[in-house]
């Protein structure tokens, strides 16, 4: 007979990574109902429908610090609960959305709910569980990312034959049953009231300061690269990182706490972790354009065929675990990044115009699951693994929010590289190649990484000595 102490603790484990998982399964079924979201609305600019998509990573990437450091401060419960609830209703005001800005904006709001949940439900989990079981737990909460990417895009793409309304509207009922019974069966926990408030002024500076790079990025092509209004975005950007940076030095709480960044360990990592990021947003969105536009495949097809490589990332990165317990992290992520550089030239050199999915996309998007299965797990714990425990979770949010900000950046250097209109086949290649460079500049980050953990011999002459 179970035991009512470890059902409750069951309970509240699924309650709390079934949030996670939610927020990491919607992100893979909006990037397959990509395609059907732009011809259902009229918009046939990749560059204004990219912001569906960045939109949701720039709001998410500014607030989820502030937002973890809020749930800290008025408790973690509540915010969960709020932000599982935002999440919930923004989904539905996705799916009741006819215009393309209308659908931009609630998932701006989607983002907010999905960084005050985020944070909450691991300090939660944590905090529920005796001391020799959250070890497991956390693996566990962070694994449900790399398997909302093996099954969202088969999903996505079930429910996109339907309509692509469906892509949010699978969030209602699961978002409704987890708030329900994380009222009901998550315990709060104590929180700081005498906490700074956290720097939301600096995190607004911040998504600014994004959105005009994106803006840059994204309308280049279209608007000319030497155009006052493309000058007028990258300026913009320059002068919010610039007041960004102010804040981070002068703000009590600020969204990036500078002592963190001179751990040179943790600075380095998070540099892997944007490049590497930049080259995963790419790969994921550009093949799925590439199966929908140039192939002719439908959604479901489209869905099928992209899951291949996610369904081998949480396979490679438990075997990783297992069979390399001991190979530095930093290791195993420049390992990745080198294999992940690899598939993309041999993407580049196997693509075909004629539909060939077998000879021309499964192997290397398969080599692409290795690579991110060993680099991804490994980046959160490369940069925070050097820090003392008390900075372990404030570490562990920034280098999340590294990651959104690498796909942010991805998906817009993808946008400008394929310009507007129905892109070449030179230009997809074009595209890959820079993801391999991207890939390569995130082993050589992993690298300086592990090197700058290495203590400093000086060596000392003879004479000094005797």
């Known amino acids: 007979m179970p035991n009512p102490s470890q059902t409750h603790t069951r309970l509240v484990t699924v309650v709390l ?49 502030p937002m973890g450091r809020l749930t800290d401060r008025y408790g973690r419960k509540g915010g969960f609960v709020a932000g599982l609830a935002l999440f919930t209703l923004a989904s539905l005001a996705c799916a009741l959305s006819t215009g393309l800005w209308e659908l931009v904006a609630f998932r701006a709001l989607q983002a907010v709910g999905a960084a005050a949940m985020t944070p909450a439900s691991l300090g939660l989990l944590l905090a529920a569980l005796p ?6 737990a956390a693996r566990l909460w962070a694994m449900t990312g790399a398997l909302a990417a093996a099954f969202g895009p088969a999903i996505g793409g079930g429910l996109v034959q339907l309509s692509w309304h469906w892509a949010f509207l699978i969030n209602l009922p699961i978002g409704a049953l987890l708030v329900v019974a994380a009222i009901r069966y998550v315990p709060d926990v104590r929180h700081n009231q ?10 607004t500076v911040l998504a600014l300061a994004i959105g005009s ?36 030095i002068h703000h009590p709480a600020p969204v990036i706490d500078p002592a963190l960044l001179k751990v040179a360990s943790f600075s380095w990592a998070n540099v892997a972790t944007v490049v590497f990021n930049v080259g995963f947003g790419i790969a994921l969105l550009s093949r799925i354009l590439w199966m929908q536009q140039e192939w002719g495949y439908s959604a479901v097809r489209t869905g099928l065929a992209v899951a291949s490589g996610p369904i081998v990332v949480p396979i490679v990165a438990l075997l990783a675990a297992r069979l390399f317990p001991r190979t530095p992290p930093g290791h195993l992520i420049a390992a990745g990044s080198v294999l992940f550089a690899a598939s993309a030239v041999w993407q580049t050199l196997a693509i075909s115009t004629t539909p060939a999915y077998w000879s021309s996309m ?3 998007w398969v080599l692409g699951g290795v690579a991110v299965g060993l680099a991804m797990p490994n980046l959160v714990a490369a940069a925070t693994s050097a820090l003392p425990p008390a900075q372990a979770a404030t570490g562990s949010g920034v280098v999340s929010t590294a990651r959104q900000l690498g796909l942010v950046l991805g998906t817009s250097a993808m946008v400008g590289i394929l310009g507007a209109g129905l892109p070449s086949v030179d230009r997809y290649q074009v595209l890959w190649l820079f993801l391999a460079a991207c890939s390569l500049l995130a082993a050589a980050a992993a690298v300086a990484m592990e090197l700058s953990r290495r203590p400093v011999v000086v060596a000392v002459p003879e004479a000094v000595q005797a």
Not at 24 to 49: H, K, M, P, T, Y
Not at 131 to 136: F, M, T
Not at 196 to 202: A, E, Q, S, V
Not at 219 to 229: F, I, N, T, V
């Open 213 to 248: 790079l994106v803006l840059a990025l994204v309308q280049g092509d279209e608007w000319g690269w030497s155009s006052g209004r493309v000058l007028a975005a990258f300026a913009g950007a320059a002068v919010g990182l610039v007041v960004f940076a102010w804040s981070i």
């Open 362 to 364: 499964f192997g290397p």
């Open 194 to 203: 005498d906490a700074p408030r956290p720097d939301l002024t600096g995190a």
């Open 131 to 136: 001391p020799e079981r959250r070890a497991p």
């Open 17 to 65: 990574t079934g949030a996670a998982f939610l927020a990491g399964l919607d992100l893979f079924i909006v990037n397959v109902a990509f395609g059907e979201i732009g011809r259902d609305l009229g918009v046939a600019s990749l560059g204004r429908l990219s912001w569906v998509l960045t939109a949701y990573a720039v709001v998410y990437a500014s607030l989820l610090v």
